[in-house]
């Protein structure tokens, strides 16, 4: 049976992804290799409107979550911790483990973060040098909106801002440097819909102060050893890349950087949510201005959301389900891939046939879904 997945990380990549994947292996000491890195700094740089690298680790999301952690905090460190689910707390867990001491500014996992909330926090905590925050919060679909939120922020001895845009980039603009970010992490497995393995990190030039600065006690997650090799005239890196991963991204990058892709992502949602809501289900996400384009997450308020859940996966849908408080009651659909009213239409008539007992309850959820696709 051929499976649709709808799995918020890894996404379905496209034909073209693939097939780049499947090249002949290059070496990665060697002039073809560097062309290529430096073919996907460039397509980086635009997707961000960055003027520095990216460096590119061997790892998932969490490593390069991790890289972030240990070059920028240690024993002498504050750091102020945003969380509002699962992904910012992991964020926290692996930066306390260098030693930071950790102000905790917790959210409720469903809403969005109020910049207010951390300007207050950073106004509070004048010692801290590093403030955390996650742009989508993947657990529970909500989309954080990082410029409004450091824009809020006192700018007089501004902490270091480190984002969590693992599962941002690529499907909504992440703009740091415009922004006054100085660090992301993203990964390759989900707005870069590229197979996963990649994990990526972009600094700014006061970030880069900052780290070179500090002595790094991780070998592999160093980004000082990173930056060596990245910013010569011809690029590589100080162990072997995953060079077919490579070629993967190189492509996936073209796609991602059409005319309209955010647009499209945010339609996509938007009408998918729609739909979903006419059927009967509740959005996990209620303010809509914090419901990501990338994610969306939702239950049935019968409580029978995993059974739903289940017959969904037995007709060949496979979302994700709900993590930490949420287990067992949610459902997650991503929608970072190129999905439009085809896909959308599969996703709301599959989980029509779902609903079971429930489906007396459904409205008409096609043309309500239909309605807001066409509005765009
Ligand atoms: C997926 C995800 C991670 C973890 O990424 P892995 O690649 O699974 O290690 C971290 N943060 C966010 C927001 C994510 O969505």
Known sequence: MKKYLMTPGPVPVSTEVSLAEARPLIGHRGADFSALF?????????????????????????????????????????????SCGVFGDRFREITA?????????????????????????????????????TQN???????????????AIPQKN???VLVDSVSSIGTMPCYPEEWGVDA???????GLLTPPGLGLVWLSERGWDAVSKRKCNNYYFDLMRQKKDLYKEAPDNPYTPPVSLYYALDAALDEISSDGWFELRSRAARALAAGIDSLGFELLVKEEKFRSPGVTAFFHPSG???????SLKALGVEPAGGQGKFKGKLIRMSHYHD?????????????????????????????????????K
């Open 38 to 82: 430096a073919g996907i700094e460039t397509k980086l740089g635009r997707l961000l409107k960055t003027s520095g690298k990216t460096v590119i680790f061997p790892a998932s999301g969490t490593g390069a979550l991790e890289s972030l952690s240990v070059n920028f905090t240690g024993p002498d460190t504050k750091v102020i911790s945003v």
């Open 97 to 133: 483990l260098t030693g930071a001491s950790i102000v905790n500014v917790d959210v409720t996992p469903g809403e969005g973060v109020n910049p207010g909330v951390v300007a207050e926090a950073v106004a509070k905590n004048p010692d801290a040098s590093v403030l955390l925050l």
């Open 137 to 151: 919060e993947t657990s529970t679909g909500v989309f954080n909106r990082v410029d409004e939120i450091v824009s």
């Open 158 to 160: 501004r902490p270091l």
């Open 184 to 190: 992301v992490a993203t990964a390759s497995q989900k």
């Open 304 to 310: 029978d959301t995993s059974a739903i859940a289940k």
């Open 339 to 375: 999905v439009r009213w085809p896909e959308i239409s599969l996703a709301l008539g599959s989980l029509y046939a779902a609903l079971g007992d429930h489906r007396a309850r459904a409205g008409d959820f096609v043309r309500r879904a239909f309605e807001v696709w066409e509005a």
